[in-house]
């Protein structure tokens, strides 16, 4: 089984008329998970988010209701299966597609004082990109 695409690379300008035409079937581009999975699903697959109405331009009412309850719940077990639920519509409905995953590796040290972890993810998504500190 397999299928066939033909990948059409885009400036950021071009890209951007293309996603506010909503001139293509799919959007690829490159995203990583939050360290709490509501900022994935918040920022990717939430109706009112702007970057969803931007890329993908997913609406579902029932995986916004499912949303809002996984962010307030403090339940691992609860969250995990509330984000399990929005991860199947989003497999049957496929407003995304996970081509690839690259694990982001992280460390921390409790003895290093003012550091700010940052999130994995790009240079330009706030409090994203690489952080480094030098242990004396």
């Known amino acids: 089984m397999g299928f066939k695409v033909v990948v059409e690379l885009c400036d950021e300008r071009l890209l951007n008329k293309k996603r506010r035409d909503r001139d293509f079937y799919a959007d690829a581009t490159s995203c990583s998970y939050r360290s709490d999975p509501d900022g994935w699903f918040s920022r990717m697959l939430l109706s009112s988010a ?54 982001a590796l992280q460390a921390g040290a409790l003895h290093l004082k003012g550091y700010q972890p940052a999130l994995s993810g790009l240079f330009s998504t706030r409090g994203g990109g690489i952080r480094t500190a030098w242990l004396a």
Not at 53 to 81: C, K, N, V
């Open 50 to 103: 702007p970057s969803t109405r931007t890329t993908s331009g997913f609406q579902h009412a029932y995986a916004d209701t499912l949303i809002a309850p996984a962010r307030r719940t403090a339940d691992r077990r609860q969250r995990l299966e509330i984000y399990t639920m929005i991860e199947s519509i989003v497999n049957e409905e496929l407003p995304l597609f996970y081509l690839h995953h690259m694990t």
